[in-house]
């Protein structure tokens, strides 16, 4: 029999009622290493702790944060809640199967692209009238499937899609294709090449997969126009792959929901880009803390760009987002929310240079946060892209209980724009039960850049598998709250595993410590904007003592070492004196007087 070590359920949960809650078998490990142990559940004081990401130690929150948090969260790893172990849910589980859908996002696709272009201007060849035509040579060419600075060619667009075909074939549900297919520098084109553009895409697609299951989102770099024109056009060119009542509320605002067939699960599909602007625009805000200026500059909310019938549009998906997931929760169903932009903080944009680390405004994020902790009980998950990195991001309720996460797909596109943060191109393929919708774990897949344009072929292979690479006994809110607890440890292999996954291995040139490590905790645990700032200045003054008690501990070694350095260059002149002082031959030739 294996015996399992006791751990202590420190939180601000009720312990007697969660002990309640709980059977034996959900306190037991389920990794194959016995990772989790079993839970001794005690009571503990409701006080409020802020876990410290640099030693290990909690700090007692004061009661100007405590006013200002909305959320308590805990500082502690929760019980896992294995939905296996409940025999009710054992029992549908047994009776479905395991699925596969696949997520893909990303794409920027730069029509453009030249292996003969400049790496510094976006790998395009640009030749001026009269200018010689002799090749300039440089230092690195673009590759034939991309570049760190630029956006992707047609090349490695088409052997993404190729791989997703050889990988899974036709064995999958669906795909989620979460936006963003034109180049970031695609907004100058005619309305007509862009179009073309995504057309091109929509093909490949089609070609790949014969079934229509591919559920697309609009991306804010997606399409010309805007307005309904914007829509009914996309709506047209996707019209194969959307059922009349998605149609209809999509050429009306670029959002649809799609039930499944064979199971209970729905997919809503949100357009993010109305997420960016108010109906209005806010007021000046006097936080009760200030955005710390050694952090972050104050960012600036976008402020009201939309048209009449945009901010129409706009709150016409929010009702209709409340209608579908009223009507889910009283069928009983289970929901995926698909979109472009997350909410929350770029966890990878940080310094004053930066004005673009809230993705929406304010108020949209917390109307978004407000109504998935009204309706956790049937969001099964959410996906998004738009960062480019591999992340994902926690929802508490008002107890600080983890109840609703995020998994953020990293791109296909190698190139980050704004912060030099580059990645290796991604897929996704998730395993989930078809019955219940709940997601079972996802293995990535990773093309290495300098690797394929070495060998001029897209070298595709698996990168990780979710619940393996992390040690996760299962994908559940708990389950990633406990793994997000282990940046605040003194054991850092986690976060630098999670580093390592972050960017596709791409080999940064600085390593993330320090504000930048913070800053990913911080990003991943707090959505809501006011939490995020709290998350920053409460760790500022034991970030400084820490920093403090690095440079004391520079100084004390370096001190020493000058002392021992003084010391040799004193012995050397004073050996001379000592060896006659104690008649050293002497006391050689006759040991007896020693």
């Known amino acids: 029999m294996n015996t399992y070590p006791v751990c202590r359920l420190s939180t601000r949960l009720d312990s007697q009622s969660l002990a309640q809650s709980l059977t034996p078998d959900q306190c037991a490990c389920h990794t194959p290493t016995d990772f989790w142990p079993r839970l001794q559940i005690t009571s503990t004081p409701r006080i409020s702790y802020q876990a410290n990401i640099y030693q290990g130690f909690h700090t007692r929150s004061d009661s100007r944060q405590a006013n200002a948090r909305r959320v308590a969260f805990p500082s502690k790893e929760l019980p896992s809640s294995n939905p296996v172990s409940n025999p009710k849910l054992k029992a549908t589980l047994s009776l479905s199967l395991s699925g596969y859908f ?57 052997s993404a899609v190729k791989t997703m075909k050889a990988k899974q074939g036709d064995n999958v549900e669906f795909v989620l294709w979460t936006g ?30 014969s079934a229509p299951f591919i559920f697309p989102v609009l991306g804010h770099e997606d399409g010309g126009h805007s307005g309904l024109q914007k829509y009914k056009q996309m709506g047209e060119l996707w019209r194969h792959w959307l059922p009349t009542e998605a149609l209809n509320t999509f050429e009306q605002g670029g959002y649809y929901s799609i039930e499944q067939t064979k199971s209970r699960l729905r997919i809503v599909a949100l357009n993010t880009n109305f997420m960016r602007h108010d109906l209005e625009p806010e007021p000046k ?28 549009q706009a709150e016409q998906q929010w009702l209709w987002l409340e209608e579908v997931l009223s009507k889910s929760r009283e069928k009983q169903e ?87 943060g580059s990645n290796n191109p991604a897929l996704r393929l998730y395993k989930f039960d078809t019955g219940s919708g709940q997601v079972l774990d996802y293995t990535q897949y990773w093309l290495d850049l300098p690797l394929a344009n070495r060998a001029h072929e897209p070298l595709w292979q698996p990168e990780y598998n979710l619940t393996h690479y992390y040690a996760l006994s299962d994908i559940s809110a708990i389950a990633m709250h406990n793994f997000a607890e282990r940046f605040t440890g003194r054991d850092a292999s986690w976060f630098h595993r999670y580093q390592r996954a972050n960017a596709v291995r791409f080999q940064s040139s600085s390593a993330c410590q320090g504000l930048c490590m913070l800053n990913h905790y911080c990003a991943i645990t707090r959505l809501d904007y006011d939490e995020f700032r709290l998350c920053l200045e409460s760790e500022q003054l034991p970030l400084q003592g820490h920093a403090t008690v690095a440079v004391l501990s520079s100084c004390c070694a370096l001190a020493s070492l000058l002392v021992a350095l003084s010391f040799l260059c004193c012995w050397q002149h004073a050996l001379p004196w000592l060896l006659q002082l104690l008649d050293w031959p002497a006391m050689v030739a006759h040991p007896a007087n020693l």
């Not at 805000?285 to 901010?311: C, F, I, N």
Request: hydrophobic share 30%; charged share 20%.
């Open 285 to 312: 805000v006097s936080h009760s803390l200030r955005w710390p200026a050694e952090y972050y500059g104050e960012p600036k909310t976008s402020s009201s760009t939309m048209s009449a019938q945009d901010q129409l």
């Open 334 to 420: 289970t929901v995926y929310i698909v979109g472009h932009m997350p909410p929350g903080v770029d966890e990878r944009q940080l310094g004053p240079q930066h004005s673009g680390q809230l993705i929406f405004t304010e108020r949209n994020n917390k109307r978004y946060l407000d109504t998935v902790r009204r309706y956790a009980s049937v969001i099964q998950g959410q996906f998004f892209g738009h960062l480019h990195s591999d992340t994902f991001r926690l929802i508490y309720d008002e107890q600080g209980t983890p109840i609703s996460w995020l998994m953020i797909a990293p791109s296909v596109v190698p190139r980050k724009e704004g912060i030099g």
């Open 102 to 158: 696949w997520h893909i996002s990303d794409l920027h696709l730069d029509t453009f692209y030249s292996t003969q272009g400049d790496i510094y201007k976006s790998c395009w060849q640009l030749s001026r009238p009269g200018a010689s035509t002799a090749p300039v040579e440089q230092i690195e060419s673009p590759g034939p499937f991309g570049n760190y600075n630029c956006d992707s060619p047609w090349s490695l667009v088409e």
């Open 180 to 209: 963003d297919a034109l180049s970031h520098s695609a907004q100058p084109l005619s309305e007509q090449k862009q179009h073309e553009i995504l057309r091109n895409i929509t093909e490949l697609l089609g070609r790949s997969f």
